[in-house]
């Protein structure tokens, strides 16, 4: 599990997070989102203790991460594909972490399996493909088969395949009960992939509950209903603070009441319903809306 409490960094007069406070808890996917700026890059250094906070604090299953040996066998992470050796074999590069790290030989040539580098783990990483190193990548937050695990944009360089793969292994992940914080800005495979979401902006938090309820606050949200009384139902949900847009068909959409309240009301005024069914705003639109007032770099039309 991790923990922030009233997490805060600041350089000099700029405050690159503040005050954040959210929990990460084991058996979910976590998706960790913000507009380009909002800090969530230094947030993930905070936790791994790759930079110090201002003030508040960070933990990791009730601990300081520098306060862990061995720190892979308790966190792995995945921040930047790019910073490794581009001489080193990727066999080379996992070993000398599994030494420093005490953990056995066996376990490198287990992780390659996994992530399907069986075939170049005896290139050197400097001819692998974007992809490849994202694998690479993420072998080594495998590595130490920690029960905490951070990726910071995974799903770079990776082909469709790969992606899906990826989407997979966070599932099964999560389902063996570790912690999995995962940041991206692909929100359709947040969408596909997380089960609860941090979202900041401008270094503030903005929201930390379930993806559901997240997309369920866009204005996107609403009921719909089709029933062959649409023109008497339309007027009843009007006098019940509702809006009521009909779209043809006996098709009405409604916002501002619940799937229980319209269910209701059609119960209580005799209305028969051939469909009654939330819907809610893809996370998408839902993050667009939400986070508008966070956007550091925003572009106008012409």
């Known amino acids: 599990m991790i923990e922030a409490t009233n997490l805060t960094k600041r350089y000099g007069n700029k405050t690159a997070v503040n005050g954040l406070t959210f929990t990460v808890r084991p058996g979910h996917v976590t998706g960790f989102l913000g507009p380009n700026g909002a800090g969530k890059s230094t947030t993930l250094r905070m936790i791994l203790g790759l930079n110090t906070p201002t003030s508040g604090s960070v933990t990791v299953d009730g601990h300081d991460f520098r306060d862990l040996p061995r720190g892979m066998r308790h966190v792995g992470a995945l921040l930047d594909a790019g910073d490794v050796h581009g001489g080193r074999t990727a066999v080379a590069h996992l070993a000398a972490l599994a030494r420093s790290n005490r953990i056995p030989r066996r376990r490198v040539d287990e ?153 209701e009301l059609a119960f209580e005024h005799g209305v028969m319903l051939h469909e009654l069914a939330t819907h809610t705003a893809s996370l998408e639109a839902a993050f667009l809306e939400l986070t508008a007032d966070s956007v550091e770099y925003a572009a106008h039309d012409a």
């Open 111 to 263: 992780v390659i399996d996994i992530v399907g580098l069986s075939s170049a783990a005896s290139r050197r990483i400097g001819q692998f493909s974007l992809g490849m190193r994202q694998r690479l990548g993420i072998a080594t937050a495998l590595l130490g088969d920690p029960p905490v695990l951070l990726f910071d944009e995974p799903l770079n360089g990776l082909d469709p395949e790969g992606v899906l793969w990826v989407r997979n292994l966070f599932r099964q992940l999560a389902a063996e009960g570790r912690t999995v914080f995962v940041s991206s800005h692909l929100m359709s495979e947040m969408e596909s992939t997380a089960d609860h979401l941090v979202v900041i902006g401008r270094g503030e938090l903005i929201a930390a509950e379930s993806l559901a309820e997240f997309a369920g606050r866009g204005t996107g949200a609403g009921v719909r209903v089709r029933t062959p009384q649409a023109e008497l139902f339309a007027p009843i949900l009007l006098r019940a603070r509702g809006q009521a847009d009909r779209v043809g068909d006996g098709l009405i959409e409604v916002t501002g009441l619940s799937q229980e309240q319209v269910g």
